[in-house]
């Protein structure tokens, strides 16, 4: 993960960190949150994948559509897409 200087995200504090139930912390902490994901490589792999199969799809219709018609194209389906979208 980045530092967090000159991040507009990330805030600096002193409050003690505060975690969920799974230890995943409730606020913004760098290395908290690396650490976490570090301890479930197969979990982070495995939502990228599902990102992925999910977002691939949908990305490569809309780019399709500005390619071969445009904004017009993408108007013209705005329906279709934004139930795929969903």
């Known amino acids: 993960a980045p530092d967090?200087?000159?991040s507009k995200v990330a805030i600096k504090s002193e409050r003690k960190?505060?975690?969920d139930e799974d230890g995943l912390p409730m606020s913004y902490d760098r290395e908290s949150i690396q650490k976490y994901w570090n301890q479930r490589p197969g979990e982070l792999q495995s939502r990228w994948t599902t990102f992925l199969r999910s977002s691939v799809p949908?990305?490569?219709r809309v780019a399709g559509m500005l390619v071969t018609g445009?904004?017009?194209e993408l108007k013209?389906?705005?329906g279709s897409l934004?139930?795929?979208a969903r």
Do not use: I, M, P, W
């Open 4 to 6: 967090e200087d000159g």
């Open 17 to 19: 960190t505060v975690f």
């Open 58 to 60: 949908f990305l490569t």
């Open 70 to 72: 445009g904004g017009d």
């Open 76 to 78: 013209r389906n705005s």
């Open 82 to 84: 934004a139930k795929q």
